[in-house]
């Protein structure tokens, strides 16, 4: 599944009683087939983020429009 702008992507942790990371979507970059997500984490920090192995989904979500 691909992400979009707008998009709450949520990532699973690897260890056992830690709550998942969950973000907002701001921007996707594509490069030589990679995808990356440009995410405001909850903690309101942002980061650039590739999934690799592990479990990660997106929830749809709407993207503001601006009058």
Do not use: C, K
């Not at 998009?7 to 979507?25: L, N, S």
């Amino acid at each position: 599944m691909r992400g979009n702008v707008g998009d709450r992507i949520v990532v699973a942790t690897e260890h056992v009683g830690e709550q998942p990371r969950e973000g907002e979507v701001l921007e996707v970059v594509e490069r030589g087939g990679v995808v990356t997500y440009r995410v405001r984490w909850a903690d309101g920090h942002e980061s650039l983020f590739t999934p690799s192995g592990g479990a990660v989904r997106f929830v749809p979500g709407e993207v503001a429009t601006r009058s």
